[in-house]
């Protein structure tokens, strides 16, 4: 892991990583080999502000993925969310009685932060908030967002009731990529949007001027500075970014900016493993075998330091024997592949082969065999 003081200036005007004074909280992941390239209190809690609205547009993917949500069915906006909504922070500007497709909605909130179509997205989907703050609380622990609570579907100062972590961040980032690319290129990084006549720009810092950058979401409010998770992909190799309690608004995008080129310049990619390359194997337990291979379920790829001269070692990690049955291609077990200096990289390892449960006779067999081992 790059440490959390990290290089905050560089020679030549090169790209550089935002000091603790400038963002408090900092993280920088390579998903697709899910290495840490950099990280500053990414465990710690704070108010992600319109950052929210990830989860909300996440959750919306989720039931149009499963087919329970149709994309064109119209909602209502109702004379009193209208009243409390239009015009307040960021709007699609929704007047009372509209109907409004889902699609409409969910380009609002993804693209110019719509608090009013949050709302009525939240309300019309579930019949209340608090039953969409449930379904969207609900989605965050399934995908291990653990320090993670939505007490607002669209951010909104609720006292402190809605909390996050930029760890948790980067799961609901691979989340939202990796189940739902093609929504995701359909809704997020949007350049603008338009509602009703109006057209409004998207104000994500990176769109345009980082090459790969295809959003995702900006945040503010006076409690919580500016946010941004952010992220780009170039030759297969995305990075995720959060930034927190930033003061200004220019500086967010200055450091945005730099913090992701910095990823991409500062290290050197070198591909490790191919795809479904057999790498070992695990124990079983109570199986019609005594052991499985293990292979990659993708190309593993490594992140290195420019000018390091550190080994890269890696090992098979799992917490076995693993009980039996098992279906091929299940992640049973991780690759831990250690960079000097930066966290382990963790990887999914799948098994190879079907093992079935074993019979009484071949449980004895496997019990005695263990004996000689």
Do not use: C
Not at 224 to 237: I, K, N, P, S, V
Not at 313 to 323: A, S
């Amino acid at each position: 892991m790059v440490p959390g003081n990290g290089v905050h200036a560089q020679g030549g005007g090169r790209a550089a990583t935002p000091s603790a004074d400038e963002a408090p909280i900092a993280l920088l992941v390579d998903i697709t080999s899910g290495q840490i390239l950099y990280e500053r209190n990414a465990n710690r809690r704070f108010v992600p502000a319109s950052i929210t609205k990830t989860m909300t547009a996440f959750t919306a993917f989720e039931r149009i993925a499963n087919g329970t949500l149709d994309r064109e069915q119209l909602l209502t906006v109702s004379p009193e969310v209208s009243e409390e909504w239009f015009g307040t922070g960021s709007s699609m500007l929704l007047p009372p009685d509209a109907q409004v497709p889902v699609r409409e909605l969910i380009a609002g909130i993804t693209t110019v932060s719509a608090n009013d179509g949050s709302i009525v997205l939240a309300e019309g989907l579930a019949g209340s908030i608090p039953a969409w703050l449930d379904e969207m609380n609900m989605k965050a622990s399934s995908i291990g967002m653990y320090s993670s609570h939505f007490g607002t579907p669209n951010g909104w100062p609720d006292e402190g009731r809605t909390f996050t972590t930029a760890n948790d961040l980067v799961k609901l980032a691979r989340a939202m990529i990796e189940r739902h690319p093609a929504l995701y290129a359909e809704f997020i990084g949007r350049p603008n949007f338009s509602y009703n006549g109006l057209t409004q720009v998207n104000r994500d810092p990176l769109l345009g001027r980082v090459r790969g950058a295809d959003g995702i979401k900006t945040g503010f409010t006076s409690e919580a500075g500016f946010g941004f998770l952010g992220t780009a992909e170039r030759d297969g190799q995305r990075l995720v970014m959060i930034l927190a309690g930033v003061e200004r608004n220019a500086l967010r995008a200055r450091l945005s900016r730099n913090f992701m080129r910095w990823g991409f310049e500062h290290f050197e990619r070198k591909r490790l493993l191919d795809a479904t390359v057999v790498v070992g194997s695990a124990r079983i337990q109570g199986g019609d075998a005594r052991q499985v291979e293990l292979s990659t379920d993708r190309a593993v790829f490594v992140n290195v330091p420019r000018n390091q001269s550190g080994a890269v070692r890696y090992k098979i990690v799992y917490d076995g024997p693993v009980r039996a049955p098992i279906v091929k291609g299940e992640a049973i077990a991780s690759l831990e592949i250690t960079v000097p200096d930066m966290e382990p990289a963790i990887v999914p390892l799948v098994a190879e082969q079907d093992v079935a449960q074993a019979g009484p006779f071949r449980r004895i067999y496997n019990g005695i065999a263990g004996w000689f081992e």
